[in-house]
Structures are given as C-alpha cells and as structure tokens.
C-alpha cells in the first residue's frame, strides 16, 4: 500500500516538474535532522552535563573528540550498506537508531555511558545521516548536481539556527536528559514520513534519468534510462585522483573546523570581546546560506579542479584573515570569508566523490571519503591549542596551516583529472 502510495506521489509531482527536487526536500530535512549529531548542539549540554556528572568540560570534549573518532571509522561500512540495500531503506534505520540514540544519551548515568553516547550520536548523526541523505542526492543529479548539493546543505545552516536555541529551552524547561528524549521524537517526525513516502533511491527505476534528462509526464513515456556506471572503492584507492581529492578535502575539513572550535579564543586574545567574537557566527551563517546555490552554480559550470582550488585557497584566506581581526569592520570581513568558506565546504563533501569516481559504488567511496573528512576534523584543533598553551598565541601558527590548503590547490588545478572510465562528466573537464 505504502509502495503504491509513493509511486502515485511521484507520477503525480513529475507532470508538474522533476522529481528530483522533492528529493533534495528530503535531504535537506535529513541534514536538519542529523542536528542532534552535530557539534552546535552538543554545545548547549556540556554546562548542564558537566554539573550533573560531577565532570570537568575537558574531559566532555575528550570523549565527544575520541567518540568522534572512533565512529569515523565505521562510515565506509555504512556507505557499503547503502550500496547494498539503498539509501532510502538505510536512511529509515539509520533515523529510527538515532532516536533511540538521543534517548539513550539522555540516561547517560557515568562517564563510559556518556562516551558511548557520543559516539553513537556522532556515528548515526553527523556521520550516517549525512552520508545516506548526500548519496540520495549524488544518484538523482549529474549536472545540476552542484546546485542540488548546495540546496541539500541548507538544511544545516537551518539546523545552526534551530537546534542550539531549541536545545537551551528544553534545558530550561524540563531538563538535559528530558530534552534529549523530545530531540529524538522530534527526528522521528521529522524525517520518518519523508523516508515512507516521498524517498526513492535512483531514478532509473522509476523510468526517469538525472537531472530530468528526457523527463516525460509517467514512466512509461520516458526515454530508457542509461546504464549507471561507476569505479569500486578499490579501483578508487588505485587512482591519483582519489589521493588528491582526499588530500585537498582533509584540508579543508580539518581546518574550517579549527575555526569554528578555536573562532572566540583567537579573537579574544586579538583584543576583542567575547560577545562580539560570538556575534560573527550569525554573519557566517547569513553568508553561508546566501552563497551555496552560488557555490553549487559554480561547480555545475566551471571546471571541478578549479572550483575546488578555488575553495581551498578561501580557506587558506580564512586562516590568514583571522590573525588580522582586531575590531568590528574587521571581524565583519572575516565572518564574510568564513561564511563563503563553509558554503564551499558543505557543498563539496558530497558532490565530489560522484563526480571523480561514479555512482554504481558510491556509498562505499563516499564512506571512505566521509571517515577522511571527520578524521581531519577531529584533529583539526590540536596545533592551534597546543599553540595556545606553549606560545600563548595562535597567529603564527594559523598562518603556518593556511600553507596546506595553499600547496593542495597547486596539486588539484595541476593534476586532478577524471578516471578514464568514469564518464558523464566530460563538460566538467
């Protein structure tokens, strides 16, 4: 029944227009509802955990660091489970665990409970849902595919501006172990009716193409869809593109999270307040949305090695500009690059494993490539805290960094090209 229900919603919106736009809908909710595994979140409970464990923050942030790192590493068997049994059927297990996660934070009675929690939330959160609702996309666009990115990673600006205030007022209202019971209901209703009706995982079998391509009024009228073709994740690991992607998308996850972490600690040892330190956020946030679909334009349009370059040198720009924030008009121009600079980012963690490497064996290759990414980000902040507690000062050592995404942008632009048997992407080249 549910089955023809789904089929009926989608002949219905394809007459009108490309059903691939609803499935960018749905992952964009997905992306909003991984909020529970993100760091903004957890950021509201270190206080209220801390006072009720009878722990230090310190030793929070090294559980959620440790957890973030252990639950990289299981990412490329979820992307192998996605191959598998697809993203639509992966997304709705992935969504029921990561209720019960919340639930189960939420009892969180001793420190190893806590750990574990982490873990579990980061793993399904920040690390599955994201993958599962990426890949969804990946197979649903080829040339518009930067655009559909761009529109998918809304969804986590909207989850910026939405779970941190939530989560405060539940804190408030019924407690931190209550709150995480209702952020876990509020997944289910979120994301559970998307996944049951509205979520298909190609469009081939629906008799449709990427992108639109040939799109007819039913199925039946639509052109025979092309054969979906794509490298293994070892024929993957053979290929220089695989190692200059990674080393270029390593880069930027680990240093756009330094940022983030350490943005309020180095303006303030620059000489401005805390508030505003912290008032640069929304300015990122604001430019971050209002940039993406430029971003996802960008690498529809241009050359993908050059569009990358060009995002590894914005956050090279980041990294440098930030040592130079001394007053207001400067953390305004900052916050302008930073926020282009996440724009950047949230789009090219799931449009570049497909484009360079195919679709046919995408989970497996975007698993990877996502355990690459957290790995970076889980040890993105460490110079620049070691530079605080040795130097007292994190500029030289920012200005140092900004030399990595330098050095990859030189490598892409000279040397990032396509596999020669992925193809599809000729115009990109």
């Known amino acids: 029944m549910v089955k023809g229900v789904r089929e009926t919603i989608v002949s219905g919106i394809n007459r009108r227009f490309f059903y691939g736009w609803v499935i960018v809908g749905a992952a964009s909710l997905g992306i909003l509802a991984s ?12 206080g209220p955990i801390g006072e009720d464990l009878g722990i230090s923050s310190a030793t929070i942030a090294s559980a959620y660091g440790l957890a973030t790192l252990a639950a990289a590493f299981l990412l490329p068997q979820m992307g192998r489970f996605i191959d598998r049994h697809g993203p639509r059927r992966m997304l709705g297990v992935i969504v029921v665990l990561l209720g019960l996660a919340c639930a189960f934070f939420g009892a969180a009675a001793n420190f190893l409970w806590l750990a574990v929690g982490f873990g579990l939330l980061r793993f399904l959160g920040q690390g599955s849902l994201m993958l599962g609702c990426a890949n969804l996309v990946s197979q649903w666009f080829s040339r518009s595919r930067g655009l559909a990115m761009s529109l998918m990673a809304l969804g986590f600006g909207i989850s910026m501006a939405v779970h941190p205030p939530l989560s405060e007022a539940l804190v408030e209202a019924i407690g931190w172990r209550q709150a995480w019971v209702v952020l876990g209901l509020l997944t289910w209703l979120l994301m559970l009716p998307p996944v049951l009706l509205l979520i298909h995982d190609k469009p081939e079998p629906l008799g449709l193409r990427p992108d639109g391509a040939g799109r007819k009024e039913t199925a039946a009228e639509a052109e025979p869809a092309e ?14 593109a695989f190692y200059i992607v990674s080393f270029g998308w390593f880069a930027i996850a680990m240093l756009v999270t330094t940022l983030h972490f350490y943005q309020v600690s180095i303006m303030t040892a620059q000489g401005l307040s805390s508030e505003l330190a912290a008032r640069v956020f929304p300015v990122s946030a604001v430019t971050m949305v209002a940039t993406m679909p430029l971003v996802g334009r960008l690498f529809d349009r241009l050359r993908t090695r050059v569009v990358f370059a060009l ?14 924030v001394t007053d207001w008009v400067t953390a305004v121009l900052y916050a302008l690059v930073f926020g282009l600079n996440n724009a950047f980012s949230m789009t090219m963690f799931g449009y570049l494993w497909p484009r360079y490497f195919g679709r046919l064996h995408l989970g497996a290759i975007q698993g990877t490539g996502q355990m690459i990414g957290v790995v970076g980000a889980s040890l993105g902040p460490l110079p620049v805290g070691l530079a605080f507690d040795f130097a007292g000062s994190a500029e030289l050592t920012l200005r140092l960094l900004a030399l990595y995404p330098v050095i990859a942008a030189v490598i892409a632009l000279l040397f990032l090209r396509t596999p020669k048997a992925v193809t599809g992407n000729e115009h990109l080249e």
């Open 35 to 46: 909020g529970p595994g993100q760091s903004h979140t957890f950021s509201v409970f270190v």
């Open 311 to 324: 995002g590894l040198l914005i956050t090279a720009a980041g990294l440098v500009g930030i040592t130079f």
């Open 227 to 240: 054969e979906i073709t794509g490298l293994t994740l070892r024929q993957a690991l053979h290929q220089p």
